[in-house]
């Protein structure tokens, strides 16, 4: 059986996920109390559920504080547990609660919502420390419950190597393990018939693969993971996120990434996430 726990901050996209999971057959409880984990468990279990997915939040406060001791406890079962942690920028999320009015569940009439958010990040620290985090800040739901849908299928006995693509004017991923900037490189943005394409086009490939830099850049990022992805794997590890930073997301860190990819995809599980194009 496995249990795919998801939380994270009020307003990340948590209900996306959880019904993302439903759609593919899970079966699923929203803002169940952390101290009945173990009955949903042991009542699913022999009725022969096989995926489980709940959703955890400070809806519960003090079922938060005490989730990651019961997630110990249950991990002694015959039971898979995986974490999904969502996350966003704070002005993302003061954003979200404004267009929609709704008030933060930390909301008391005396915490500004950058205040209630900021107290929400502290309650979910420990939890967020065993996640595999999501960060949906510049993300439409359709690409989240893709990114969801690549969580849910690949096998998480492996470790999965994800490079991710992004752009430094949207903000940096707070999803990222490591974070490799290539902004120094010629960009393809400022030739009028490159610019509409994006780095996954022949036309910007042969533009990159013709600077030296940047095929000395990519030398170094892939050495780098090379050497150093040993380590995270005996760190028992679930994924590993490298995230690949241009100025705008479309060009450079897209091509990085992908080529990335392909070179580690014969060796390692891999995953690909360009997170201006989603």
């Known amino acids: 059986m496995q249990l795919f726990l998801i939380s994270g901050l009020s307003g990340s996209g948590k209900s996306v996920a959880l019904k993302t999971l439903e759609d593919a057959g899970f079966y699923c409880v929203?803002?169940?109390?952390?101290?009945?984990l173990s009955n949903l468990v042991d009542q699913l279990l022999p009725a022969g559920y096989q995926n489980i997915a709940v959703?955890?939040?400070?809806?519960n406060a003090h079922s938060v504080q005490i989730l990651p001791s019961l997630l110990m406890q249950l991990m002694q079962k015959d039971l898979a547990v995986h974490v999904l942690y969502l996350n966003a920028r704070t002005?993302?999320?003061v954003k979200r609660f404004s267009e929609t009015r709704r008030l933060h569940p930390l909301s008391d009439g005396v915490r500004t919502l950058p205040e209630c958010v900021a107290y929400e990040r502290e309650l979910l620290a420990e939890i967020s420390d065993i996640g595999h985090h999501i960060d949906t800040s510049d993300l439409n739901a359709n690409a989240l419950r893709a990114w969801i849908k690549q969580f849910i299928q690949?096998?998480?006995?492996?470790?999965?190597?994800?490079?991710?693509?992004?752009?430094?004017?949207?903000?940096i991923p707070l999803d990222a393990d490591l974070m490799?900037?290539?902004?120094?490189?010629?960009?393809?943005?400022?030739?009028?018939?490159?610019?509409?394409?994006?780095?996954?086009?022949a036309p910007v490939i042969?533009?990159?693969?013709?600077?030296?830099?940047?095929?000395?850049?990519?030398?170094?990022?892939r050495d780098f993971v090379a050497r150093w992805l040993p380590c995270y794997i005996v760190d028992n590890r679930s994924y590993l996120t490298v995230a690949i930073g241009c100025?705008?997301?479309?060009?450079?860190s897209v091509y990085f990434a992908e080529r990335l990819a392909r070179h580690f995809e014969g060796q390692q599980q891999v995953l690909v996430r360009h997170r201006e194009l989603a």
Request: aromatic letters at 10%.
């Open 30 to 36: 929203d803002n169940l109390p952390a101290e009945l």
């Open 55 to 59: 959703s955890v939040d400070v809806r």
């Open 91 to 93: 002005d993302t999320l």
């Open 154 to 171: 690949v096998d998480r006995a492996r470790l999965t190597l994800l490079f991710e693509s992004f752009g430094f004017k949207h903000g």
């Open 180 to 201: 490799f900037d290539v902004r120094c490189l010629p960009n393809p943005y400022y030739s009028e018939n490159l610019r509409p394409l994006t780095g996954r086009d």
């Open 206 to 221: 042969e533009f990159l693969e013709n600077i030296e830099a940047a095929q000395r850049m990519f030398g170094d990022i």
């Open 247 to 252: 100025t705008g997301g479309q060009h450079r």
